[in-house]
């Protein structure tokens, strides 16, 4: 006689029925559209859906349909917030919402001027890249692409820690590449860049930022590490998704989002979750060690600090916990450029 076991696993959902459940979810359920903060999620949903060309449900239009219908009234109120507004609307349309509410904001923007308030060749390349979407291009500076690749191309900027400028750097490509749709031109260089911000990220074991810069390699062109994506993918596994009408909204639902877009780049399924159509919470798992920060104070401390990581090896090994040392190794395992990212992250030229 044998004993049968029965696993109370969760059903997972066709991925249409996913993305609607993760529609109604952040549209309905745990924000109010009054938020600027429900602007920005749902024009990251809708953004990732869109340019990876993920199932969508009826279910998922459904639930913009009322944003959408007052889309050019919330526009011409609020101008301040016209990529987040310009975003939706012509994601939707691009989703297959019927309609030319995108057409007739991207004419009011025109109008308006609106992308001459923006301080940032960041900022402008975005407002051009929405707008260009419906025939208008606001920004009319050739000398636009040429700035944010003389930042891009910069690879020293992003051998140190700064998430700020390693966002910026994959958010050019997204634009320059139109999400994925052509190669952009972009210096050799930038791959380096990339390659040293994803250093840092994989080090510091933050998935939000690694599946960004893997995201920005494959538009590039380029396969990103095999070790990364892996990575990556256990971390996308990891997380937990609780429901519930007083759970909190302060939860890392920016990094599930882009750890299953990384996803949907590299093949694999999306959002394989137990989702339902309501209130969700999206947690990663508790991070256990931090090995940036170990690896950054070993080497401060340095009294003969030098820019050769198999010279420098030997002397941080003692001072590091064995989850950092191995966290190293893999890192210098990981990408072929390691050794010219360590002689920038260890500023031995200042010291």
């Not at 909190?248 to 949907?264: G, K, L, Q, R, T």
């Amino acid at each position: 006689m044998s004993n049968v076991v029965t696993l109370n696993r969760p059903r997972i959902a066709d991925a249409a029925t996913r993305s609607a459940a993760l529609a109604r979810c952040f549209a309905q359920h745990r924000r109010g559209e009054e938020d600027v903060f429900w602007l920005k999620e749902n024009a990251e949903l809708l953004n990732i859906l869109e340019c990876t060309g993920t199932p969508v449900g009826p279910g998922t239009l459904e639930a913009y349909e009322g944003f959408y219908a007052t889309a050019l009234q919330r526009l011409e109120f609020f101008p301040q917030y016209y990529r987040f507004l310009l975003s939706l609307a012509i994601d939707l349309e691009e989703l297959g919402l019927p309609g030319d509410a995108g057409e007739r904001m991207v004419s009011f923007a025109a109008r308006q001027d609106l992308p001459a308030a923006e301080l940032s060749d960041l900022q402008r390349a975005e407002a051009r890249r929405l707008m260009i979407r419906r025939g208008i291009d606001p920004i009319g500076d050739p000398g636009l692409d040429d700035r944010l690749a003389a930042f891009a191309s910069r690879t020293a900027t992003f051998a140190l820690p700064n998430k700020k400028a390693a966002y910026e750097l994959t958010h050019i490509v997204y634009y320059l590449s139109e999400y994925g749709r052509v190669t952009p031109k972009l210096p050799s260089e930038v791959v380096k860049s990339l390659h040293f911000a994803g250093l840092t990220a994989f080090i510091d074991q933050n998935a939000d930022l690694l599946a960004e810069i893997c995201i920005a390699l494959v538009y590039m062109g380029e396969e990103p590490p095999a070790l990364w994506a892996r990575w990556l993918m256990r971390e996308t596994a990891a997380f937990a998704v609780e429901r519930g009408e007083r759970i909190s909204v302060a939860d890392d639902y920016h990094e599930f989002f882009i750890c299953n877009w990384f996803a949907a780049c590299a093949g694999e399924p999306t959002f394989r979750k137990a989702l339902s159509p309501e209130r969700m919470n999206f947690t990663r798992a508790p991070r256990k060690v931090y090995p940036l920060r170990e690896m950054s104070q070993a080497l401060m401390m340095c009294d003969q600090r030098g820019g050769d990581w198999d010279a420098m090896r030997p002397q941080l090994a003692p001072q590091l916990s064995e989850a950092t040392r191995e966290t190293l190794q893999a890192a210098f395992e990981s990408s072929q450029h390691f050794p010219a990212f360590f002689e920038g992250f260890a500023r031995a030229a200042r010291a």
